[in-house]
């Protein structure tokens, strides 16, 4: 039986400032027998640890538009509360409402809206309803639905990628103004919650929070939690998102590269320690997200290591 669906916003209400809080986010399989691995084998123990909520990716173009909402119904009947991520670029006409209506018949009470990406080997294109950006969706959410649906977004500490400087790896002043007015409009237009983009330097992301609230920005940030699995992963990820690495932690994964253990573990210790610092920085930070890449070792790992792993 599925659980009973809540708000994301109304749960982080409830939350009380002396504890710390997880959610999990996941992607769809591409096999038959991927699936059946997260759902059946891993998923039980990611329910375990209590999440506020899960979340599951949305294929670019829409390309997991089967996958991404019958995912969403299977870990609500793993008793989890679920939120999940809808784009709005090279989508077929249609398929947003069609996606939007899909889970408000099914008590699906949150969703993570995005721009997205082209799939591979495409060019980024509007929608044929004309959605270019975030933001459109936001609005169109809230005048279709009213406050149906939480409506999370995504935030960048270090710069959306698109503004990242490919050398320096930060934005320039004049885009960082422009990426924190872009967030308060999605904000204002009615997003309810912050998601960010992964980092690794813990003082770009305190820097990110107080700027927001500087800004007007109020509503409650999680912060978006990668512990490194492997030194290709990393370099990949790295060249994706274009994320800021500190010299320390240049120096710990180069001389880790060959060591897949070593790796994973330096992976977990660097993860703990950033939960760590963002708790002591006092900055109303509590709850921190976490980017699974669907495997549950490396999470449960830094979980034991704050003492808050659920056999």
């Known amino acids: 039986m599925a659980a009973p669906q809540f708000k994301v916003s109304e749960l982080l209400a409830a939350e009380k400032p002396e504890e710390t809080y997880v959610s ?35 294929g670019a173009g829409g390309t997991t538009y089967d996958k991404t909402p019958a995912l969403c119904i299977s870990a609500m009947n793993h008793g989890m509360n679920v939120n999940m991520h809808l784009t709005c670029t090279n989508m077929e006409e249609g398929k947003v409402k069609e996606a939007l209506d899909l889970c408000k018949a099914n008590g699906i009470r949150n969703i993570v809206a995005l721009r997205g990406d082209p799939p591979a080997g495409q060019e980024w294109k509007a929608s044929a309803e004309g959605f270019t950006c975030a933001l459109d969706l936001v609005k ?96 990949r990820m790295v060249s994706l998102c274009k994320t800021y690495l500190p010299d320390d932690v240049i120096a710990q994964t180069e001389a880790l590269a060959e060591n897949d253990e070593g790796f994973k573990a330096y992976g977990v210790e660097l993860t703990t320690k950033m939960i760590r610092d963002i708790v002591d920085a006092k900055i109303g930070i509590n709850h921190f997200h976490f980017y699974t890449l669907n495997l549950p070792h490396s999470t449960m790992k830094v979980l034991d290591n704050l003492g808050m792993r659920k056999e």
């Open 24 to 58: 999990f986010e996941f992607f769809p399989p591409r096999t038959e027998k991927g699936e059946v691995t997260l759902m059946e084998e891993h998923m039980p123990v990611f329910a375990k640890q209590s999440p506020i909520f899960v979340d599951f990716t949305w």
């Open 140 to 235: 169109y959410i809230r005048a279709h639905y009213g406050d149906y649906f939480c409506i999370c977004v995504a935030g960048y500490p270090e710069g959306h990628p698109d503004k990242i400087h490919a050398e320096r790896g930060v934005m320039n002043a004049e885009d960082e103004v422009h990426e924190l007015s872009y967030l308060k409009q999605k904000v204002e237009a009615g997003a309810d919650v912050i998601i960010t983009q992964l980092f690794y330097d813990v003082n770009v992301f305190i820097r990110f929070v107080k700027k927001c609230r500087e800004n007007g920005i109020n509503v409650p940030i999680l912060p978006g939690m990668l512990p490194m699995q492997s030194h290709g992963g990393l370099k």
